[in-house]
């Protein structure tokens, strides 16, 4: 199973993703790599943040944002 499909397995089970989601908001890491995620490129990535808790490497990586 490739790296995507491990995150949309979590993003689909309810249970899990309510415990790593609350988890990572808490504590201000990344719900896939568990890293800090305090520094955002802009506002947009920010946002994105606040909705997935990807960190910046991993919103890069998958969602695919072009790296400034």
Do not use: N, P
């Not at 689909?12 to 309510?18: A, G, L, N, Q, V």
């Not at 568990?34 to 808790?53: I, K, N």
């Amino acid at each position: 199973m490739d790296k995507l499909e491990s995150l949309l397995d979590i993003l689909s089970s309810d249970r899990e993703y309510e415990k790593r989601f609350a988890i990572a908001k808490v504590s201000r890491s990344c719900i896939w790599c568990g890293e800090e995620a305090v520094e955002f490129r802009d506002a947009s990535a920010r946002l994105e943040y606040f909705v997935s808790a990807l960190c910046q490497k991993c919103q890069d990586e998958f969602i695919g944002r072009a790296k400034e």
